[in-house]
């Protein structure tokens, strides 16, 4: 059994009822428990964080190496453009990692088209909605597989 660790980034907690038009109208409660779900199915172990704090997320980060979490699916939201300090403590950490983002980050504003993590990811998801996210854990289960 796999421990996989779901990040959420700034104002994902505010999904629902933020420009439901970008980021779809299911709450992040309701993504995490499919997650939740579909891990179990599996016969995985998920846990999720949402923080609007980077210190928060890089203390997860920190604290994943150290409880021996396998994967990390990150959707760094707003960190994506602008956090070296979560990009050096993933590379600390060496956990493979699936970068997420809700809306199409490469069709919207010209500061949202760089990320700081793209490039060392295993792989990333962009603009499928919350599909992106159940995406990624399939991608994180079949990585998962093949490291077996």
Excluded at 47 to 57: I, P
Excluded at 116 to 137: H, M, P, Q, R
């Amino acid at each position: 059994m796999a421990t996989i660790l779901v990040l959420h980034g700034p104002n994902l907690n505010l999904l629902g009822n933020r420009e439901p038009q970008l980021y779809g109208s299911d709450s992040l409660q309701q993504i995490n428990q499919r997650l939740t779900d579909l891990a179990i199915a599996k016969g995985h172990h998920l846990q999720a964080l949402q923080s609007n704090a980077e210190y928060e997320l890089i203390d997860r980060i920190h604290d994943a190496k150290k409880e021996g979490v396998n994967f990390i699916i990150f959707n760094p939201a707003a960190f994506t453009h602008t956090s070296i300090a979560l990009r050096d403590a993933l590379l600390a950490v060496d956990i493979p990692f699936v970068e997420v983002h809700l809306s199409n980050i490469y069709a919207r504003e010209q500061f949202r088209q760089t990320s700081f993590f793209s490039d060392i990811a295993v792989g990333v998801i962009t603009g499928l909605g919350t599909k992106s996210y159940e995406l990624a854990l399939a991608a994180a289960l079949e990585e998962l597989n093949s490291s077996i």
